[in-house]
Structures are given as structure tokens and as C-alpha cells.
């Protein structure tokens, strides 16, 4: 996908002003509320006019003050899951999904019914009304019906937003997976740096309604390790656990980490902050943590007042924090060992 | 039982039928009307809400006299009507018309709180999946919007039976042609010896209102738990 805006639209006190190519299939919006995410989203898919400028999608124009080209929004074949799933209420599950469907244009209807309902898992819902479904029921109904309208632009406004954590982590899966395997390119909008990292390669930063940054979702978070409370989250995909004592070790590619919650999947995500791994230059004689990891620095970064250490454990990356007096005396340079001690419960499994 | 004269019944099967004409008449303007009001940005917005509530703030009897200048031989639409050969005063239609425009504003006002209830994103999600304004006004604004228009419907009906002035005006009060219950019961008070007769009908209207009331409450109760 290749998309170009520049355009600009007046609020009074507020102002979306952006000038942007970007190119690639999974591409985030990322920014704090009010900063134009919805805006833009609105203009893209037709439902706001932009005052000037030009909008063009894979090279066809979408809109042009210039040119006075404006296509509405069903026209543009861009389709939206949004924030609240905006079901049809007077609809069932299965005239839901089928209302993009039967308006798309017969030549472009190129996705299965079935296989979307499987990829889904929405068979046993079909015949039911859309009041009464679950919140993670309700969003893959939404994602699936936008789906089906063969968009060749997929908007996702927020929509874990009003998710909570366990069905947020468990409708991520279905986000990614229908896109890559319906073949259509995304453009994900969310104020979550972890939703970016797990959802997008190509970030666009959005501050106070203008464009601050195109960067990689992995930069970005990185960027923003400083400024955050919580710091850099790492993300680790560990495999299948086995009882170790009153906790539990789980293989982490060829290193194994002891974590004291348990998962009863064959894998999984854990987030770990950069906040929670203490770095020694050499290995401590005893230690309380029951993580005590021999890496090697491969880099240092500096976010905000706080410098970040890539570390590499064993063929996998961990980013820790620390101050720079820390790095001086330690003398953390790229390419030392250093030994990085994380205690078991620092760690969180994230639900799926 | 109750003593109802020939007349009386002529009377009842009058009402009913001019409110039920008056009320599907307006439906779809009313719907018209209220899709403008609540979906559509334009100049002059304000003005048309003040002109679709005005018949409920001005005496029926007002709206007669205007309907009667309007529709009359020499009136405006009236002298077009009496050029085709349809004459509209002192007639049935007159009646229609007359408790059509007094009810309008209740049936617009209910409308128009039903497709105010409904989301705007549902709408934006409609355009997003391809279709077109009409077509989500089809599938989505009306299917949403049908509590409001059942309430506005049964409340216009209500209304319209109950309609007085207006109507005596453009229609007059001729037993058998434009005489509705209302009137009837006016006609039967201006008698000292009908006192019995303009009861009975009176208890007839309580009734008519009562099970067009209880089923517009039931309505709304069903509508609502459905939603």
C-alpha cells in the first residue's frame, strides 16, 4: 500500500495538519487523545472534508481541493472497525458481516464467507442477534464484516480501546492474522505503544494535530523510554513452562527464565519493563532475583534522562534502563558483559 | 350498555378513519421532514423547526381559519384543486388535512427523538461498507428509527382524534360526512336534552384513546427491550 496525504482541516482551536508518504501493509497512528488520530482517520475514509489538499491511495486520488475531487465514502472502498464495535443492533451476526459484502461491487467480492467465519471463529454466533454477544465476540464480528468488504485500506480506530486487557491481547491475534491472510493492508490507530509494537512495523507520530515522526514501532518505543512511566516494555515470547520449585521455567529461545505465573500455553507473550532489570558488571556472589542473565551490550541509546542498554542474551534482546553515572561506573561500552538480574515476578504474562 | 344513535356511530367510524388517513398521510413527510431536521446541515434549519411546531402552539381554531384561506375555492392550493375538479372544503379530505397539519408536529417531534437515539457511527460504519445515503437510510436509519416512528404515529392518531377546531373550521359539522366525534359531542352539548348522548360519546373517546394509548405504551415498552 501506498498512501499520500497532505492535507489540512480546521477545528477553530484545533487544527490536523499533515503532510505524509508512506508506504507498507501494517502502518500505526500513534499518539495521546487529541492529538488528530480520529481526524485523520475520518478524513481518510471520507466522513470528514479536509479544507485543503490531496489525498491518494496506491495513486488514485481520493480527494483534491485543487481538482474538486471528493469521493464519498462508499465509493473509496476504505473500511473501518472502530472504537465501539458499531454493530447493526436491528441486525443478526450473519447480516452483520453480510452488509459490506452484499454492497461490494461483484468483481472486487473476492473473500470467502466460510473462511472468514472459520478464520474467526464466528460459526456458532451466526444465527445470533449482536445485543447479547461479548465485547471480543462483538469486535470480531466488526473486524470480520469490515473484512468482508474487500476494503483495500483497513482503518482500526482504537479498537482494543474499549477492550479490557484479557480481550485485548486475545483479539490481536485475529487482527493480524485476517489481514495477512485476506491480503489487506492496515493503517491501526492506538495510543498504546504495545498495541503498535504487536500490531505495525511503520509508525506515524501524531502530537497536538500534526505529524511529528515517521519511524519503525521499535524506534518509537524506544524513543519514548525516558518520557514513560513504565519505561521500554520488552516483549518476550517464551515457550511452554515446566514446574521449577514454587515457580516456573520457561525456554526463551535458547535461554530459559524462571517466572512465578504460570500459562497454560504452548506460547507466550511477557512483558518485562526496562525499569525491572538490574545490570551488574560482574556476577553477583548471591542474589535474591532468580533471573541472572550473562549478556553482552550491543548498544546504548539515550531517551530523555535515561539511557538504554540493548543487551543480548543468549541470541534474544533486552533493553534496560539505567543513568548515565550508571554506565560510567559500570563501564557499559558496546560489547562488555555484563550480568542482568530480573526478579520472577517482574514479569507478565499477557493474556491470550 | 351505552346509547349510541345512528349518527353516533357514523360519527365514531368517521373519526377513526380521518385519523388513521390524517396519520399515513404524514408519515412519510413527517419521516422526511425529521431525517432533514436531524441529519442535514443547511441554512435555514432553525426556520423549518419553528414552522413544523408552530400548529402546536397556535390555537387549532388559527390553524382552521389559515387552512380555510389556503384551501377555499380562491385560495391558493385550493382554486388548483378546484381547477382539476376536486373540491377540499366541507369535505371529508378537508378533515384529513386539518388534523394531518395540528398532528404533524407530534408525529415529526417523536420521529426525530428516534433517529436522534441513534449512534452516528452506525451511520459512518453503513457509508464505510459501501453504501450509498439512501441506502443506509433504508437499512439503518429507519429499521433504528421505527420505535420513534410507532410512538409518533400512535400519538398523532391520538391527537387527531381529539381534533376539534381546526377541523370545524375547514370541514364544517355535517352529520354523516365531516361530523367526527368531537364534534358530534359539541353538537349534542349545544342541546340541553342530548346531555345522555354527548356522554355516551364522550365515554366512547375515553375508550378509543385509552386502547390507542395502551398499545402506543406497549409498543414503546417492546420497541425499547428489543433495542
Given at each position: 500500500?501506498?498512501?499520500?496525504m497532505?492535507?489540512?482541516?480546521?477545528?477553530?482551536s484545533?487544527?490536523?495538519?499533515?503532510?505524509?508518504?508512506?508506504f507498507?501493509d501494517?502502518?500505526?497512528?500513534?499518539?495521546v487523545?487529541?492529538?488528530?488520530?480520529?481526524?485523520?482517520v475520518?478524513?481518510?475514509?471520507?466522513l470528514?472534508?479536509?479544507?485543503?489538499?490531496?489525498?491518494?491511495?496506491?495513486?488514485?486520488?481520493?480527494?483534491?481541493?485543487?481538482?474538486?475531487?471528493?469521493?464519498?465514502?462508499?465509493?473509496?472502498?476504505?473500511?473501518?472497525?472502530?472504537?465501539?464495535?458499531?454493530l447493526f443492533p436491528?441486525?443478526?451476526?450473519?447480516?452483520?458481516?453480510?452488509?459490506g459484502?452484499?454492497?461490494?461491487?461483484?468483481?472486487?467480492?473476492?473473500?470467502?464467507?466460510?473462511?472468514?467465519?472459520e478464520?474467526?471463529?464466528?460459526?456458532?454466533?451466526?444465527?445470533?442477534?449482536?445485543?447479547?454477544?461479548s465485547?471480543g465476540?462483538?469486535?470480531?464480528?466488526?473486524?470480520?464484516r469490515?473484512?468482508?468488504?474487500?476494503?483495500?485500506?483497513?482503518l482500526?480506530?482504537?479498537?482494543l480501546?474499549?477492550?479490557d486487557?484479557?480481550?485485548?491481547f486475545?483479539?490481536?491475534?485475529?487482527?493480524?492474522?485476517?489481514?495477512?491472510?485476506?491480503?489487506?493492508?492496515?493503517?491501526?490507530?492506538?495510543?498504546?505503544?504495545?498495541?503498535?509494537?504487536?500490531m505495525?512495523?511503520?509508525?506515524?507520530?501524531?502530537?497536538?494535530?500534526?505529524?511529528v515522526?515517521?519511524?519503525?514501532?521499535?524506534?518509537?518505543?524506544?524513543?519514548?523510554?525516558?518520557?514513560?512511566q513504565?519505561?521500554?516494555?520488552?516483549?518476550?515470547?517464551?515457550?511452554?513452562?515446566?514446574?521449577?520449585?514454587?515457580?516456573?521455567?520457561?525456554?526463551?529461545?535458547?535461554?530459559?527464565?524462571?517466572?512465578?505465573?504460570?500459562?497454560?500455553?504452548?506460547?507466550?507473550?511477557?512483558?518485562?519493563?526496562?525499569?525491572?532489570?538490574?545490570?551488574?558488571?560482574?556476577?553477583?556472589?548471591?542474589?535474591?532475583?532468580?533471573?541472572?542473565l550473562?549478556?553482552?551490550?550491543?548498544s546504548?541509546?539515550?531517551?530523555?534522562?535515561?539511557?538504554g542498554?540493548?543487551?543480548?542474551?543468549?541470541?534474544?534482546?533486552?533493553?534496560?534502563e539505567?543513568?548515565?553515572d550508571?554506565?560510567?561506573?559500570l563501564?557499559?561500552?558496546?560489547?562488555?558483559?555484563?550480568?542482568?538480574?530480573?526478579?520472577?515476578?517482574?514479569?507478565?504474562?499477557?493474556?491470550? | 350498555?351505552?346509547?349510541?344513535?345512528?349518527?353516533?356511530?357514523d360519527?365514531?367510524?368517521?373519526?377513526?378513519?380521518?385519523?388513521l388517513?390524517?396519520?399515513?398521510?404524514?408519515?412519510?413527510?413527517?419521516?422526511?421532514?425529521a431525517y432533514?431536521?436531524t441529519?442535514?446541515?443547511f441554512?435555514?434549519?432553525?426556520?423549518?423547526?419553528?414552522?413544523?411546531n408552530?400548529?402546536?402552539?397556535?390555537p387549532?381554531?388559527v390553524?382552521?381559519?389559515f387552512?380555510?384561506?389556503?384551501?377555499?375555492?380562491?385560495?391558493?392550493?385550493?382554486?388548483?384543486?378546484?381547477?382539476?375538479g376536486?373540491?377540499?372544503?366541507?369535505?371529508l379530505?378537508?378533515?384529513?388535512?386539518?388534523c394531518?397539519?395540528?398532528?404533524?408536529?407530534?408525529?415529526?417531534?417523536?420521529?426525530?427523538?428516534?433517529?436522534?437515539?441513534?449512534?452516528?457511527?452506525l451511520?459512518?460504519?453503513?457509508?464505510?461498507?459501501?453504501a450509498?445515503?439512501?441506502?443506509?437510510?433504508?437499512?439503518?436509519?429507519?429499521?433504528?428509527?421505527?420505535?420513534?416512528?410507532?410512538?409518533?404515529?400512535?400519538?398523532?392518531?391520538?391527537?387527531?382524534?381529539?381534533?376539534?377546531?381546526?377541523?370545524?373550521?375547514?370541514?364544517?359539522?355535517?352529520?354523516?360526512?365531516?361530523?367526527?366525534?368531537?364534534?358530534?359531542?359539541?353538537?349534542?352539548?349545544?342541546s340541553?336534552?342530548?346531555?345522555?348522548?354527548?356522554l355516551?360519546?364522550?365515554?366512547v373517546?375515553?375508550a378509543?384513546?385509552?386502547v390507542?394509548?395502551?398499545?402506543?405504551?406497549?409498543?414503546?415498552?417492546?420497541?425499547?427491550?428489543?433495542?
Open positions: 500500500m501506498q498512501l499520500s497532505a492535507i489540512r482541516k480546521n477545528y477553530g484545533f487544527t490536523l495538519s499533515t503532510d505524509v508518504t508512506v507498507g501494517r502502518v500505526g497512528i500513534f499518539g487523545s487529541g492529538s488528530g488520530k480520529s481526524t485523520l475520518s478524513v481518510l475514509a471520507g470528514v472534508e479536509p479544507d485543503v489538499g490531496e489525498i491518494f491511495l496506491n495513486g488514485e486520488c481520493l480527494f483534491s481541493s485543487l481538482n474538486g475531487i471528493n469521493f464519498r465514502p462508499e465509493q473509496r472502498r476504505i473500511a473501518m472497525v472502530f472504537q465501539q464495535h458499531c436491528h441486525l443478526s451476526v450473519k447480516n452483520n458481516l453480510l452488509y459484502f452484499k454492497r461490494c461491487p461483484e468483481k472486487y467480492r473476492s473473500i470467502d464467507f466460510s473462511a472468514l467465519v478464520v474467526l471463529k464466528l460459526e456458532e454466533l451466526l444465527g445470533r442477534g449482536v445485543t447479547n454477544l465485547g465476540e462483538k469486535q470480531r464480528v466488526a473486524l470480520g469490515a473484512i468482508l468488504a474487500n476494503p483495500r485500506l483497513l482500526m480506530d482504537e479498537p480501546s474499549a477492550l486487557d484479557t480481550l485485548r486475545q483479539i490481536i491475534p485475529y487482527l493480524k492474522s485476517v489481514s495477512s491472510e485476506f491480503g489487506i493492508p492496515y493503517l491501526f490507530i492506538s495510543h498504546s505503544l504495545v498495541e503498535m509494537r504487536l505495525v512495523d511503520t509508525v506515524l507520530a501524531f502530537e497536538k494535530g500534526v505529524m515522526g515517521q519511524t519503525t514501532s521499535e524506534q518509537l518505543a524506544r524513543n519514548r523510554m525516558g518520557s514513560s513504565v519505561g521500554y516494555i520488552n516483549l518476550l515470547k517464551l515457550g511452554r513452562p515446566s514446574d521449577e520449585g514454587s515457580l516456573y521455567a520457561y525456554p526463551w529461545g535458547a535461554a530459559r527464565l524462571l517466572l512465578s505465573e504460570k500459562s497454560e500455553r504452548d506460547e507466550s507473550v511477557a512483558e518485562l519493563s526496562s525499569k525491572d532489570i538490574i545490570i551488574f558488571k560482574q556476577h553477583p556472589e548471591a542474589i535474591s532475583a532468580r533471573n541472572l550473562q549478556c553482552k551490550v550491543c546504548l541509546f539515550s531517551s530523555g534522562r535515561r539511557i542498554v540493548e543487551l543480548d542474551c543468549a541470541g534474544n534482546t533486552l533493553i534496560s539505567v543513568v548515565q550508571a554506565v560510567n561506573e563501564g557499559i561500552v558496546p560489547g562488555s558483559t555484563v550480568f542482568a538480574a530480573v526478579k520472577a515476578s517482574a514479569f507478565r504474562i499477557l493474556p491470550g | 350498555m351505552i346509547p349510541l344513535a345512528p349518527t353516533d356511530y360519527a365514531i367510524r368517521l373519526s377513526l378513519q380521518v385519523s388517513a390524517a396519520t399515513l398521510l404524514s408519515l412519510p413527510f413527517g419521516f422526511a421532514v432533514l431536521i441529519f442535514v446541515r441554512r435555514g434549519r432553525v426556520l423549518v423547526e419553528v414552522l413544523v408552530l400548529p402546536l402552539t397556535l387549532p381554531v390553524v382552521g381559519y387552512l380555510l384561506l389556503l384551501l377555499g375555492k380562491h385560495g391558493w392550493l385550493g382554486s388548483l384543486f378546484n381547477a382539476a376536486i373540491r377540499l372544503i366541507f369535505t379530505k378537508a378533515a384529513v388535512i386539518a394531518a397539519v395540528v398532528g404533524f408536529p407530534l408525529l415529526v417531534r417523536s420521529m426525530r427523538i428516534g433517529m436522534e437515539g441513534i449512534d452516528p457511527q451511520i459512518n460504519a453503513s457509508r464505510t461498507l459501501g450509498r445515503w439512501y441506502d443506509t437510510l433504508l437499512t439503518v436509519i429507519l429499521p433504528l428509527s421505527f420505535p420513534g416512528l410507532v410512538a409518533g404515529s400512535s400519538l398523532m392518531f391520538a391527537r387527531s382524534l381529539g381534533e376539534f377546531g381546526a377541523t370545524i373550521i375547514v370541514a364544517g359539522n355535517i352529520p354523516g360526512v365531516t361530523q367526527t366525534i368531537p364534534l358530534a359531542i359539541y353538537e349534542y352539548a349545544s340541553p336534552t342530548s346531555e345522555t348522548m354527548a355516551s360519546l364522550c365515554i373517546s375515553v378509543i384513546s385509552l390507542v394509548l395502551f398499545l402506543h405504551e406497549s409498543m414503546a415498552k417492546k420497541m425499547a427491550r428489543k433495542n
